[in-house]
């Protein structure tokens, strides 16, 4: 683990990103490691969808653990967990997640500033709960990349014109308690992007957010991770749903057939 940690660290390179797939299986996660992928995240979104819940801290902690540790079984390439809020609102809770997120196998956590309900936590708040996470992961004797997420401009809080300050003010307050890294989830502005890349000392993640940017435009102003959250897991949604809609409406395979993998190649990928 010590050596996949260091790996994922290493990863981080702002101006070529780490261009990070987000599994919610062991087989998704099998499906990107064959595809190339160097390191994995996990998706809360993703693995709740996968549970028959909704994303927002519906899984239960036990739940988030076991789903991280068969995906971290199905690879040998590093993964990151997200563990959302860190399912506690106490420092105590989320040094507890991250031991045993850390104990399945994970070798990085993302940690939101926002709880379950979608409200920011306060700033002195949310960095007792890094430090304790900082903590937790020391339990396992694991170096974990902690990779601080503030929802600031993703869920649009406060006045737009001050948004920025507010997000500097607490990227930098995250780095001082310990993250390794900082994540801005909701910015597509390639100025934006730009000056919050100046505005910290730590890599840089921002979640794409098809069809623009790109990754070369994203990649070209210092950004160290890419990140695609649940985007993957909503689009085999939706490709099962047309499946069914085929099938049942129409009275068709022909969406099932397009691009299925055979068979024999599936039961090799995860043979």
Do not use: C
Request: aromatic letters at 6%.
């Amino acid at each position: 683990m010590s050596e996949r940690a260091a790996v994922f660290r290493r990863l981080h390179v702002p101006g070529d990103p780490l261009r990070l797939l987000n599994a919610w299986d062991g087989a998704s996660a099998k499906v990107f490691a064959h595809a190339g992928a160097p390191a994995l995240g996990t998706t809360s979104a993703g693995v709740a969808f996968a549970h028959g819940r909704a994303d927002g801290g519906r899984l239960r902690r036990v739940e988030l653990v076991a789903a991280t540790a068969r995906i971290v079984a199905a690879v040998e390439i590093p993964v990151s967990a997200d563990i959302e809020d860190g399912y506690g609102d106490s420092p105590h809770a989320v040094a507890e997640t991250v031991r045993q997120i850390t104990a399945a196998g994970a070798v990085g956590v993302n940690i939101e500033d926002a709880d379950a309900g979608g409200a920011l936590y306060d700033l002195g708040t949310q960095v007792a709960r890094l430090a304790a996470a900082r903590a937790g992961a020391g339990l396992e004797g694991v170096p974990v990349f902690i990779n601080a997420r503030t929802d600031v401009y993703l869920r649009a809080f406060g006045d737009e014109s001050e948004r920025f300050d507010e997000a500097t003010r607490r990227l930098r307050a995250f780095v001082e308690a310990g993250a390794d890294g900082v994540f801005v989830p909701g910015v597509v502005d390639l100025e934006l992007i730009a000056a919050l890349v100046q505005a910290t000392a730590k890599p840089l993640n921002v979640l794409a957010r098809p069809p623009k940017p790109d990754v070369a435009e994203i990649a070209a102003l210092g950004v160290a991770r890419i990140s695609v959250g649940s985007g993957p897991s909503r689009a085999a949604l939706a490709l099962l749903r047309r499946i069914a809609e085929d099938f049942l409406a129409v009275g068709s395979f022909a969406t099932m057939a397009a691009d299925a993998v055979p068979y024999d190649a599936a039961n090799r990928l995860f043979g």
